[in-house]
Structures are given as C-alpha cells and as structure tokens.
C-alpha cells in the first residue's frame, strides 16, 4: 500500500480510538453513578438524569444522584482529564519524561496554603471550607510565579525550570511541616487528610469553577500540538529553526497547564501520580503526536481517576478510601505492564 | 541569487569565536567548511542560521538582512540540520518530517503538507522506515530522517553540521550524494560542516577554511588544498595526490623523536 494512504489511515485509527475512549468513559461514568452505599440501578440513574433535565420535583434518592454522585464524578473526569492533560503539556516543554504538574513545586505549595489555612485560620474567608481552596490556590499559583520569575533570569530552559521547581518544592514541603509540626492534633489530621486528594467535598459550584478553567485552557493549548511536537523531541536550537520562540511558548504553555493544575488540586487535594503516568500511558498506547496524544491522555487520566475513586467508594464501603491513593495502586501495576510490554524505543 | 556574509564576528561571553569573517555562495552550490574542534564551525554555522545573531556583521540573503526577519520567516528561509538528535519522546518518521512544515502550519497540516513530507522521504528513500519510530533507526538513519525534514522545510539555505560524522564509509558518500543532488536540483546553497577533506573535495563546489577565528583560505579544491595549507590549519604533514583532477590528501607519519 502507499505509504501516503497508510498514514491517512493510521490517523483515521488514532481519532477512532480516541472517540471509543470517550464513549467509554461516559458509558463507564454513568455505570458508576450506580454504585455507592446507597442502591441504584442503571434504570434510576437514567431516569433521574431525565428528570433532572426536564426539572421535575425530585425523590431523597434522586437527590443523592443529582447533589451528590454527579458533580462527584464529574469532578473525577474533570480532575483526571486536567492533571493528565497539563501533565502531557508540561512534559513536552521541558522534554522531560519525568516531570509533572507537580514538578514545579504547585502541589506542595498548594498543601502549604491548605494547612495554613486549616491550622492557622489564615487566609481569605478560612472559616469556610472555600478560604482552604482559595489559599490553596493562591500559593500554587505563587509557587509558580517564583519558579518562572527565578528560571527566567537564566533563560528559561527545561533544566532551569526543573531544578528550580524541585527547590521550591523542597522549600514548601518544608514549611508545611513547620505548620505540622506546631499544630494541634485535630488540625493535623485534616491537614494531612487534605493531602490525601479526595473527592467527598465535591460540589456542583466546585464542578463549574473546574470546567470553566478547562474549557478556557484546553483550546488555547491544543492549538499547540505541532509546537508541542517539536519541543518535545527537539533541542531548543533546533525549536527555533523551525519558527517557534521555545522559550516563550514554554512560559505561555506552562502558566495555563500551572493554572489547570492548581485550579483542581485547591478544590480536591493532591491527587498526584495521575499527571506524571496518565500521560505516560497514553504515549505508550498512541505515540508521541501531541495532536492525539493531548485528546487521547485527557480520556485515559480522567477514566483513571472516575476508576480510582470508584473503588475507593465500594471496595471498603462505607469507608471511602481517598482518590489520591487508589489512583497509583491502579496506575502503578498498568504503568509498568504497559512499559514491560509495549514499544522498546521508548525512553 | 546568492548568499553573502559580511563582516561577521562573534563573541560568547568575552571571549571572540568569530572574527571578521565574510564569504559569498551561489545558489546551486555546495559548500564545505574545513577546520580543526573547537575552532568555531558549528558556531559560524549557528551564526548564519540565525540561531545564534551574531554581535557584529550582516548575513545578506536575496538582497535581504537577515535581522529584518521573523523567526517564523527565517524558519522558511533557513533549514539547520544538527550533528545528532535523541528525543526521550520519539515520533514516527512521517511525523518527524511533517515537523518541517511547522513554519507554514496553522493548526493544522493540509493535504499540501503532507504531500511535500512525503516528497521529502521519497527523496532520500527513506519510505520502508515511514512509520518507524525514530529512536529505532540507526544514526545514519536517523541523519537522512533530520535531513528530508529539512527538505520539507523547503529552505533556500540548508545549513548541515557534519552530516557525516557518525557515520560508516558508505553511508557517508549516500549522504553527501543525496545532498549535493538535492542542492543541484532545488538550487539551493548549501553550507556542510565536514571533517574529511577528501569527501569535501568530493562533493564540494567551494571550500573555507577556518582557522584562529576567521577564514584563511578560501576557493576551489584544487586551489587551496596543499600541504601547506593543511599544514597551517591542522598542524599535520600531509601528501598531496591527485585523483580524478582533485586533490586528495593523504596522512604522512609523524616522525617520532625517541
């Protein structure tokens, strides 16, 4: 066959299998709107979905399905998808397979703010749940600033950024434990809880604050998928020989993969593994295309993490296991089958 | 139609790599630039590319300065081609030689695109490896992957930097054929890096040689290539021979002083 219809028909395959992924993951969600303490068949699930849509009144167990199973498991496909998705971005400006949202130091400064907040009562609004997401948020976002702001001076390159996301975040860790260290016992336990990243707070309110980041971010870097392309497998010299300003690019992409990061994490804690091996996955499944790589790994972090938190809710019902650590027991095992089994010329 | 340096120097840091160094080329032409490591090659050849603007001097390119350009416009001008390439997240083949459209993309790549990717790796036969990934092939390989990106790129000026280094005796001369006959056909100027100067001679229509910053001689094989100018430049006795009406240069032991 010619090598041209060949491609052609590689690519016809990749956008399939993208489609079928997210076909699965919706199918797959409303499944696990299903299971929980409470019973529900796939039948009521629908119905209420119906209901809800044409603003019926509603039953207790509708209730349960609109305000508390949906906007969970919504927030599940919303926190995979972007923490996969800005973890893809991230590990193709710095060109390095090691790197993830959280890298660069957001997730620890994100725990610091929470524990401030929780211990101290600082912060703004602290008495309420949403003062722990806005300090939380507001120093991942600091983090960032700082390590852009100090890897700038010396020219923005992948090592810079890396190394001096790896300084802050020993930075923050470490200020974090002097909060630990100096609080009572009950805020302890709900400072270290937060770290677990969980998705029992979720709400509807958090849902579209989520969305909305996402939706603002995702185009704007998926337009870059060919710039993705060439920083991923090119020196930065050769970047620029082919038109793209690397550093630039590597800044603009990095505070918005930053900005959807820290938007998911303030609401859910540290939900970690799935940005640095959803990516990983994917780019063993489909390759290093950033154009089906991006659309690709955001369904694979988002089933992996509806997946995780299911387990997480029946495995030891009514105790719900956090999100955070059902995650890399499933991703774990997966990740190093795929790499035991899949392509040598990888890495 | 040609390509003109002028007056070029370049410093890093404090220290001067490149000094005052001017030079003219052809369209059509291949040219080769001779000199011993370390004596600013791959930097003279990053200067005319842009990557590295040089402090002082001007490139003219079809009567334009290159400081009046884009990035994006030097990228259509310009192809680099480096002396190797690793990626920790290898693309297929095809893939990599779509990469040289990037300057001529928005968003999305058009039939038109893929037909002059696929141009490309006809052109240097490379169609069996097409989707390989490009971590599997070997180095020689993965050169004639870099070069028919660059092809793709449909440069005026392709700049190469020892295309040949890490390669056997064959694929060295299929290399530096499927060059020079691109550079013939496309009418390109083309600047090669290269540390043999029998292959040079070989292929190449001009020769500089580089030595302590600047150019020392300049012009056509049989012109500048003679033992004392090898002498000069690499600090070694040679004989001179000729074949096929080219100089070939051929190592003289050194006399040991024991």
Redesign the interface.
């Known amino acids: 066959m010619d090598i041209r219809e060949q491609y052609d028909e590689q690519t016809n395959k990749k956008i399939k299998w993208i489609s079928l992924l997210f076909v699965f993951m919706i199918i797959l969600s409303i499944y696990t709107i299903t299971l929980g303490t409470a019973n529900i068949s796939v039948h009521e699930v629908l119905s209420a979905i119906r209901k809800i849509l044409t603003n019926s009144s509603l039953t207790v167990q509708e209730k349960i399905i609109l305000h508390l199973r949906i906007p969970r498991i919504l927030m599940a496909i919303l926190a995979g998808a972007g923490l996969s998705f800005a973890g893809t971005v991230m590990q193709a400006i710095t060109r390095n397979p090691l790197v993830s949202p959280f890298t660069i130091g957001i997730s620890s400064a994100a725990a610091f703010g929470a524990s401030l907040a929780i211990v101290f009562g600082l912060g703004i609004y602290t008495s309420t749940s949403f003062g722990i997401v806005l300090t939380a948020f507001f120093f991942s976002l600091l983090c960032a600033l700082l390590v852009y702001g100090i890897s700038n001076k010396i020219g923005l390159t992948p090592e810079t950024l890396i190394l001096t996301g790896i300084a802050l975040n020993y930075l923050f860790s470490a200020f974090t434990a002097t909060i630990h260290f100096f609080s009572q016992e009950h805020q302890l336990a709900s400072a270290v809880a937060w770290t677990f990243g969980s998705l029992n707070a979720s709400t509807w309110e958090h849902v579209v604050y989520v969305m909305v980041v996402i939706v603002i971010c995702f185009p704007l870097l998926y337009r870059q998928a060919w710039v993705f392309n060439a920083m991923a497998s090119n020196e930065d010299e050769l970047v620029q020989g082919l038109g793209i300003n690397p550093a630039k690019n590597r800044a603009v992409a990095g505070i918005l993969s930053v900005l959807v990061t820290a938007s998911i994490i303030s609401f859910t804690g540290v939900i970690g593994f799935v940005g640095l091996v959803a990516p990983h996955i994917s780019r063993l499944i489909i390759g290093s295309d950033h154009r089906f790589l991006l659309p690709f790994s955001t369904a694979v972090g988002g089933l992996l993490v509806v997946l995780a938190d299911t387990i997480g809710r029946v495995i030891l019902s009514p105790v719900i296991i956090p999100v955070g650590i059902v995650v890399s027991y499933l991703g774990v095992p997966l990740f190093i089958n795929l790499i035991i089994t899949r392509k040598k010329g990888y890495f | 139609m040609s390509l003109q340096v002028r007056n070029l120097s370049f410093k890093y840091h404090r220290d001067n790599i490149l000094e005052n160094i001017s030079f003219d080329i052809e369209a059509g032409n291949l040219l080769g630039l001779l000199g011993p490591n370390g004596m600013g090659k791959s930097t003279l050849l ?1 200067c005319i ?1 842009h ?1 590295l603007p040089p402090q002082s001097g001007n490139i003219i390119i079809f009567e334009k300065n290159l400081r009046s350009f884009s ?6 001008i ?3 081609v ?1 002396q190797s ?1 690793y ?6 083949v ?3 030689v779509l ?2 459209r ?2 001529y ?1 928005n ?1 999305k ?1 058009t039939k038109n695109d ?1 037909d002059k990717a ?1 141009a490309a ?1 006809e052109m240097l036969n490379l ?1 069996d490896y ?2 390989k ?4 092939l070997s180095g020689g390989e993965r050169q004639q992957v870099i070069i028919a990106r660059s092809i793709a ?1 449909e440069p005026s000026l392709l700049i190469l930097d020892e295309p040949t280094s890490n390669l056997d005796l064959k694929n060295q001369m299929d290399v530096l054929e499927k060059i020079k006959n691109i550079v013939k056909e496309k009418k390109l100027i083309a600047i090669i890096a290269i540390h043999d100067i029998n292959l040079a001679s070989m292929f190449c229509d001009k020769l500089l040689l580089l030595k302590d910053r600047t150019i020392i001689a300049e012009g056509q094989n049989k012109d500048i290539i003679n033992e004392n100018n090898i002498r000069q430049v690499y600090g070694v006795e040679t004989t001179i021979i000729k074949v096929d009406n080219r100089h070939h240069v051929v190592l003289k032991k050194k006399k040991t002083s024991t």
């Open positions: 990053k590319s990557i990035i994006k416009e030097k990228a259509k310009i192809s680099y480096p390439t990626s920790s997240f290898p693309m297929s095809v893939d990599t990469m040289g990037i300057p993309i968003m790549i893929k696929f790796l169609e097409a989707f990934n490009i971590n599997e790129q």
